[in-house]
């Protein structure tokens, strides 16, 4: 390492300040860069802030190579191409892709999309559909306009819109393979179970419902486009050094009374309706006054039995 400062400029960047450390005549200087120094939490969204300094300060620099294997990093980066003056290579370890070629084959709108949707169909900070993977959910959204227009204003605001809500239901309802007249995942969720269970919605012994082949009802997916909303919130300020971010609890996440760790929040209310749970507690009553009349009879044939000897 101290073979590279003596050679040529090096900067550090450690918990969002960085220096450039060099060595003239045998004299080592450190300097404050400002223009690289951020409040962003990741690497990942970092690294525009780092492709900026680069375009700005060092205008002879043509190409920029990113390592990684993340695929965070990819989409934010794609999303920022049109925008960059530098080519950006992508180094996956394996093999190089052009950022820039790849941007050029779509529409900016269309590259918001594609963020929002890593981001819904699962990221570092956002959780994914069992078994629906990435590239059925890039077909839906490739082969309809309406998803692309809906996906591409997530994360403008730090508020979810009602008409990008409505649309993430629908492309859910869609990822689910329910045709395009379900757009509620209420009603999607009920089909399947009639589907299973028929008409008369009862649940028969031995029959095997894996519930993770539903979609998530409503309220859950709220709280996980609450989650990818803020992500890609973040997301699209990647290139602000200081953005104010808001507090992730109103955005699909608490805090564990238990653990006092953030934590995703699920939903909001009850696991089960209260009307259900009467239902439940009445059955177990009517079980364990079964059960003990049951006993009391045991006790009483016994003690007949006891009197006959």
Not at 206 to 216: A, E, I, N, R, W
Request: proline share 4%.
């Amino acid at each position: 390492m101290m073979e590279d400062i003596v050679r040529r400029p090096v900067i550090f960047i450690e918990a969002g300040k960085a220096f450039k450390i060099e060595c003239n005549a045998g004299v080592m200087s450190k300097e404050l860069l400002p223009e690289i120094c951020s409040n962003h939490e990741e690497t990942d969204v970092r690294v525009i802030v780092y492709m900026q300094y680069i375009q700005t300060k060092m205008p002879h620099i043509r190409t920029v190579r990113v390592r990684a294997k993340d695929s965070d990093i990819f989409f934010i980066l794609l999303f920022y191409a049109r925008s960059s003056t530098v080519n950006i290579i992508f180094d996956m370890g394996d093999r190089l892709i052009d950022i820039n070629q790849l941007a050029e084959n779509y529409s900016q709108e269309h590259i918001s999309a594609l963020l929002a949707l890593h981001a819904f169909t699962g990221a570092d900070c956002t959780s994914a559909f069992k078994g629906k993977g990435k590239v059925r959910p890039m077909k839906i959204l490739n082969q309809n306009s309406k998803f692309i227009q809906i996906f591409a204003a997530v994360g403008d605001s730090w508020e979810i819109d009602e008409l990008v809500l409505s649309g993430a239901e629908e492309f859910t309802c869609r990822l689910y393979g329910f045709s395009p007249r379900i757009k509620k995942v209420d009603e999607a969720r009920e089909i399947k179970i009639k589907k299973i269970c028929g008409s008369s919605l009862e649940l028969r012994q031995g029959l095997s419902v894996d519930l993770s082949t539903f979609p998530p009802c409503k309220r859950v997916l709220l709280e996980h486009m609450k989650r990818v909303n803020f992500q890609v919130c973040v997301w699209k300020r990647a290139h602000e050094h200081y953005p104010e971010i808001p507090s992730p609890l109103d955005h699909g996440f608490h805090i564990n009374s238990e653990t006092g760790k953030l934590e995703p929040l699920w939903f909001e209310g009850d696991v089960i309706p209260k009307a259900l749970v009467d239902v439940l507690a009445e059955e177990d009553t009517d079980e364990d006054d079964i059960a003990d009349e049951i006993h009391t009879m045991d006790d009483d044939e016994e003690e007949d039995e006891s009197d006959d000897d």
